[in-house]
Protein backbone atom coordinates (compact mmCIF):
# COMPACT_ATOMS: atom_id res chain seq x y z
CA UNK A 1 0.00 0.00 0.00
CA UNK A 2 1.04 3.60 0.11
CA UNK A 3 2.98 5.09 2.56
CA UNK A 4 3.83 9.10 3.09
CA UNK A 5 6.20 10.75 4.72
CA UNK A 6 5.67 14.32 6.26
CA UNK A 7 8.21 16.58 7.05
CA UNK A 8 8.82 18.50 9.55
CA UNK A 9 6.50 17.36 12.32
CA UNK A 10 6.63 20.99 13.80
CA UNK A 11 7.01 24.46 12.50
CA UNK A 12 7.02 27.75 14.18
CA UNK A 13 7.65 30.82 12.33
CA UNK A 14 7.37 34.39 12.72
CA UNK A 15 4.26 36.09 11.20
CA UNK A 16 4.75 37.46 8.10
CA UNK A 17 7.73 35.11 6.75
CA UNK A 18 6.93 31.82 4.73
CA UNK A 19 6.47 28.17 5.78
CA UNK A 20 7.39 24.96 3.76
CA UNK A 21 6.00 21.38 4.05
CA UNK A 22 7.26 18.70 3.05
CA UNK A 23 6.20 14.90 1.49
CA UNK A 24 7.35 12.08 -0.40
CA UNK A 25 5.22 8.93 -1.18
CA UNK A 26 5.61 5.69 -2.18
CA UNK A 27 3.26 4.52 -4.61
CA UNK A 28 3.85 5.07 -7.90
CA UNK A 29 0.09 5.15 -9.40
CA UNK A 30 -0.47 8.13 -6.87
CA UNK A 31 -1.73 10.93 -8.75
CA UNK A 32 -3.56 13.32 -7.05
CA UNK A 33 -2.41 14.86 -4.26
CA UNK A 34 -4.76 16.98 -1.57
CA UNK A 35 -3.59 19.40 1.34
CA UNK A 36 -5.90 19.53 4.45
CA UNK A 37 -5.80 21.68 7.23
CA UNK A 38 -7.09 20.64 10.46
CA UNK A 39 -8.01 22.86 13.76
CA UNK A 40 -8.74 21.43 16.93
CA UNK A 41 -12.32 19.73 17.39
CA UNK A 42 -12.92 20.42 13.86
CA UNK A 43 -12.60 17.71 10.97
CA UNK A 44 -10.05 18.28 7.63
CA UNK A 45 -10.59 21.39 5.47
CA UNK A 46 -9.06 21.33 1.79
CA UNK A 47 -7.29 23.89 1.15
CA UNK A 48 -5.67 23.12 -2.09
CA UNK A 49 -4.99 20.09 -4.40
CA UNK A 50 -2.67 18.94 -7.05
CA UNK A 51 -3.12 16.42 -10.24
CA UNK A 52 0.11 14.11 -11.54
CA UNK A 53 -0.25 16.09 -15.40
CA UNK A 54 0.48 19.35 -13.30
CA UNK A 55 4.19 20.64 -11.64
CA UNK A 56 2.47 23.60 -9.36
CA UNK A 57 -0.61 25.14 -8.27
CA UNK A 58 -1.25 28.17 -6.35
CA UNK A 59 -4.01 29.84 -4.70
CA UNK A 60 -3.02 33.16 -3.55
CA UNK A 61 -0.98 32.69 -0.44
CA UNK A 62 -0.35 28.73 -0.68
CA UNK A 63 1.20 27.01 -3.39
CA UNK A 64 1.94 23.00 -3.90
CA UNK A 65 4.42 21.79 -5.92
CA UNK A 66 5.04 17.75 -7.29
CA UNK A 67 7.91 15.90 -8.18
CA UNK A 68 6.49 12.62 -9.96
CA UNK A 69 9.65 11.44 -10.65
CA UNK A 70 11.10 11.84 -6.95
CA UNK A 71 7.61 11.03 -5.62
CA UNK A 72 8.18 14.42 -3.78
CA UNK A 73 5.26 17.18 -3.41
CA UNK A 74 5.15 20.24 -1.26
CA UNK A 75 3.29 23.15 0.23
CA UNK A 76 4.10 26.16 0.54
CA UNK A 77 2.69 28.96 2.89
CA UNK A 78 3.45 32.75 2.17
CA UNK A 79 2.74 35.81 4.08
CA UNK A 80 1.96 33.76 7.10
CA UNK A 81 -0.71 35.36 9.36
CA UNK A 82 -1.96 34.07 12.86
CA UNK A 83 -5.22 32.17 11.46
CA UNK A 84 -2.55 29.77 9.67
CA UNK A 85 -1.81 27.85 12.74
CA UNK A 86 -3.07 24.81 12.47
CA UNK A 87 -2.25 21.27 11.66
CA UNK A 88 -1.46 20.29 8.10
CA UNK A 89 -1.76 16.94 6.59
CA UNK A 90 -0.59 15.97 3.23
CA UNK A 91 -1.93 12.84 1.33
CA UNK A 92 -2.04 10.77 -1.64
CA UNK A 93 -4.65 8.98 -3.71
CA UNK A 94 -4.96 6.31 -6.24
CA UNK A 95 -8.33 6.19 -7.16
CA UNK A 96 -10.26 6.79 -4.05
CA UNK A 97 -7.93 6.37 -1.04
CA UNK A 98 -5.91 8.87 1.18
CA UNK A 99 -2.96 7.65 2.44
CA UNK A 100 -1.93 10.99 4.90
CA UNK A 101 1.18 12.03 6.24
CA UNK A 102 1.76 12.33 9.94
CA UNK A 103 0.95 16.18 10.41
CA UNK A 104 2.92 19.07 10.54
CA UNK A 105 1.63 21.19 13.26
CA UNK A 106 2.32 25.19 12.35
CA UNK A 107 2.96 28.00 14.86
CA UNK A 108 2.55 31.06 14.03
CA UNK A 109 4.02 33.63 16.26
CA UNK A 110 2.87 37.27 16.12
CA UNK B 1 -24.35 24.89 5.61
CA UNK B 2 -24.93 21.73 3.28
CA UNK B 3 -21.47 20.41 4.68
CA UNK B 4 -20.96 16.64 5.79
CA UNK B 5 -22.61 16.28 9.44
CA UNK B 6 -21.54 13.71 11.81
CA UNK B 7 -23.50 12.71 14.82
CA UNK B 8 -22.97 12.26 18.02
CA UNK B 9 -20.35 15.01 18.42
CA UNK B 10 -18.83 13.18 21.02
CA UNK B 11 -19.39 9.40 22.60
CA UNK B 12 -18.49 8.10 25.58
CA UNK B 13 -18.69 4.60 26.56
CA UNK B 14 -17.78 1.56 28.46
CA UNK B 15 -15.47 -0.98 27.36
CA UNK B 16 -18.54 -4.19 26.40
CA UNK B 17 -21.09 -1.55 24.67
CA UNK B 18 -22.29 -1.38 21.05
CA UNK B 19 -21.81 1.95 20.02
CA UNK B 20 -23.43 3.55 16.40
CA UNK B 21 -22.04 6.15 14.48
CA UNK B 22 -24.02 8.54 12.00
CA UNK B 23 -22.98 10.53 8.74
CA UNK B 24 -24.87 12.64 6.45
CA UNK B 25 -23.02 13.27 3.51
CA UNK B 26 -23.28 16.24 1.10
CA UNK B 27 -26.42 16.28 -1.19
CA UNK B 28 -25.43 14.58 -4.07
CA UNK B 29 -22.47 12.98 -3.16
CA UNK B 30 -22.42 9.29 -4.21
CA UNK B 31 -19.12 8.28 -2.78
CA UNK B 32 -18.70 7.93 1.42
CA UNK B 33 -15.90 7.15 3.26
CA UNK B 34 -15.03 6.73 7.18
CA UNK B 35 -11.79 7.35 8.74
CA UNK B 36 -10.33 6.67 12.21
CA UNK B 37 -8.26 9.49 13.66
CA UNK B 38 -6.03 8.47 17.06
CA UNK B 39 -4.69 11.02 18.92
CA UNK B 40 -1.73 13.30 17.02
CA UNK B 41 -1.88 11.28 13.58
CA UNK B 42 -3.22 11.70 10.57
CA UNK B 43 -6.66 9.66 9.65
CA UNK B 44 -6.73 6.08 7.98
CA UNK B 45 -8.79 4.78 5.70
CA UNK B 46 -11.73 2.53 7.16
CA UNK B 47 -14.05 1.48 4.54
CA UNK B 48 -15.74 3.13 1.11
CA UNK B 49 -19.02 3.35 -0.28
CA UNK B 50 -20.40 4.39 -3.63
CA UNK B 51 -23.93 4.39 -3.66
CA UNK B 52 -25.55 1.57 -0.73
CA UNK B 53 -22.60 -0.43 -2.26
CA UNK B 54 -19.47 -0.74 0.29
CA UNK B 55 -16.95 -1.37 -2.59
CA UNK B 56 -13.62 -1.04 0.25
CA UNK B 57 -14.11 -2.17 3.55
CA UNK B 58 -10.23 -3.33 3.90
CA UNK B 59 -8.93 -1.06 6.66
CA UNK B 60 -12.07 -1.87 9.26
CA UNK B 61 -9.70 -2.97 11.93
CA UNK B 62 -11.95 -6.15 13.33
CA UNK B 63 -15.24 -8.06 12.56
CA UNK B 64 -16.58 -5.99 15.63
CA UNK B 65 -16.81 -3.04 13.09
CA UNK B 66 -19.41 -2.81 10.60
CA UNK B 67 -21.06 -0.10 8.26
CA UNK B 68 -24.08 0.23 6.33
CA UNK B 69 -25.78 2.95 3.40
CA UNK B 70 -28.96 1.16 3.12
CA UNK B 71 -30.80 3.81 0.82
CA UNK B 72 -27.06 5.42 -0.23
CA UNK B 73 -27.26 8.54 1.39
CA UNK B 74 -26.87 8.56 5.37
CA UNK B 75 -24.31 6.13 6.29
CA UNK B 76 -23.85 4.38 9.63
CA UNK B 77 -20.58 2.89 11.35
CA UNK B 78 -21.36 0.51 14.44
CA UNK B 79 -18.68 -0.99 16.69
CA UNK B 80 -19.53 -3.86 18.49
CA UNK B 81 -18.20 -5.06 21.65
CA UNK B 82 -15.78 -1.66 22.25
CA UNK B 83 -12.74 -2.09 23.33
CA UNK B 84 -9.93 0.58 25.19
CA UNK B 85 -8.06 0.57 21.52
CA UNK B 86 -11.14 2.04 19.95
CA UNK B 87 -11.01 5.44 21.40
CA UNK B 88 -10.52 7.45 18.72
CA UNK B 89 -12.08 10.31 16.02
CA UNK B 90 -14.29 8.54 13.58
CA UNK B 91 -14.43 10.91 10.42
CA UNK B 92 -16.43 10.34 7.38
CA UNK B 93 -15.86 11.97 3.86
CA UNK B 94 -17.95 12.42 0.85
CA UNK B 95 -17.56 12.94 -2.71
CA UNK B 96 -18.67 13.06 -6.25
CA UNK B 97 -18.50 9.89 -7.96
CA UNK B 98 -15.11 8.95 -9.97
CA UNK B 99 -11.54 8.65 -9.22
CA UNK B 100 -9.91 11.26 -7.47
CA UNK B 101 -12.35 13.41 -6.90
CA UNK B 102 -11.61 16.21 -3.60
CA UNK B 103 -13.37 14.57 -0.33
CA UNK B 104 -15.07 16.95 2.26
CA UNK B 105 -15.07 15.85 5.76
CA UNK B 106 -17.41 16.39 8.72
CA UNK B 107 -15.80 17.24 12.03
CA UNK B 108 -16.00 13.64 13.41
CA UNK B 109 -17.20 11.71 16.62
CA UNK B 110 -14.93 11.80 19.10
CA UNK B 111 -15.44 8.15 20.84
CA UNK B 112 -13.75 7.31 24.35
CA UNK B 113 -14.48 3.74 25.62
CA UNK B 114 -13.73 3.77 29.88
Known amino acids: GENVEQHPSTLSVQEGDSAVIKCTYS??????FPWYKQELGKGPQLIIDIRSNVGEKKDQRIAVTLNKTAKHFSLHITETQPEDSAVYFC?????????FGAGTTVTVRA | GAGVSQSPRYKVAKRGQDVALRCDPISGHVSLFWYQQALGQGPEFLTYFQNEAQLDKSGLPSDRFFAERPEGSVSTLKIQRTQQEDSAVYLC????????????FGDGTRLSIL
Open chain 1, 27 to 32: DSASNY
Open chain 2, 93 to 104: ASSFEGANQPQH
Open chain 1, 91 to 99: AAVNDYKLS
